[in-house]
């Protein structure tokens, strides 16, 4: 298994810009889930899913958009990209179950920089 | 915003000492969890907590659910140079839906 995989693992837009990181699990995980990772705040919650077609906002969905058409692939989009959007994205998938739900498995991250 | 308080922020240890982290908060968590991240990497389970006073290993990791379900502390002992990462607790509130948050991160550095 290749895990949790994203793409690009880097990448520089200019403000305005739209783009899709992508994220993909081949784990058969049901949830699924986007955070970003700044320095001196931990991991904040974009965009989570708990199954193919089900999407729901965290603690910082405005300016992305998510869907989620199969289980395995997870995208997360920037509409119009601004230099707050800046920031290291992660993409995490766990299994469904009271327990093993809590147990996420994370991508390498992509780091997006936004001029 | 910020619902966990993690402290310390950073660590400059000896190699071979002991190491304590903690994260505290003012909100009852149903389920503790501590991570570890490499440069260039994403985070890594260690040890996930399910119930108030629960003291889990794993190897020399000692993780444990704070009685009050408040806090939860992170031991390591004997430290060595691949300890070296960001260490991060993470938890469910239902009052947040049961959604992880995270703390903002201990920063381990070992002097060999």
């Excluded at chain 1, 994220?23 to 986007?34: I, R, V």
């Excluded at chain 2, 990497?41 to 704070?66: C, D, H, M, W």
């Excluded at chain 2, 408040?70 to 140079?81: E, H, Q, T, W, Y």
Aim: proline share 5%; hydrophobic share 35%; net charge neutral.
């Amino acid at each position: 298994n290749a895990g949790v995989t994203q793409t690009p693992k880097f990448q520089v837009l200019k403000t305005g810009q739209s783009m899709t990181l992508q994220c993909a699990q081949d784990m058969n995980h049901e949830y699924m889930s986007w955070y970003r990772q700044d320095p001196g705040m931990g991991l904040r919650l974009i965009h989570y899913s708990v199954g193919a077609g089900i999407t729901d906002q965290g603690e910082v969905p405005n300016g992305y958009n998510v869907s989620r058409s199969t289980t395995e692939d997870f995208p997360l989009r920037l509409l119009s990209a601004a230099p707050s959007q800046t920031s290291v994205y992660f993409c995490a998938s766990s299994p469904s179950g009271t327990l093993s739900y809590n147990e996420q498995f994370f991508g390498p991250g992509t780091r997006l920089t936004v001029l | 915003g910020q619902q966990l308080n993690q402290s310390p922020q950073s660590m400059f240890i000896q190699e071979g000492e002991d190491v304590s982290m903690n994260c505290t908060s003012s909100s009852i968590f149903n389920t503790w969890l501590w991570y570890k991240q490499d440069p260039g990497e994403g985070p890594v389970l260690l040890i996930a907590l399910y119930k108030a006073g629960e003291l889990t290993s794993n190897g020399r990791l000692t993780a444990q659910f704070g009685i009050t379900r408040k806090d939860s502390f992170l031991n390591i002992s004997a430290s060595i140079p691949s300890d070296v990462g960001i260490y991060f607790c993470a938890g469910r509130i239902m009052e947040y839906g049961n959604k992880l948050v995270f703390g903002a991160g201990t920063i381990l550095r070992v002097k060999s």
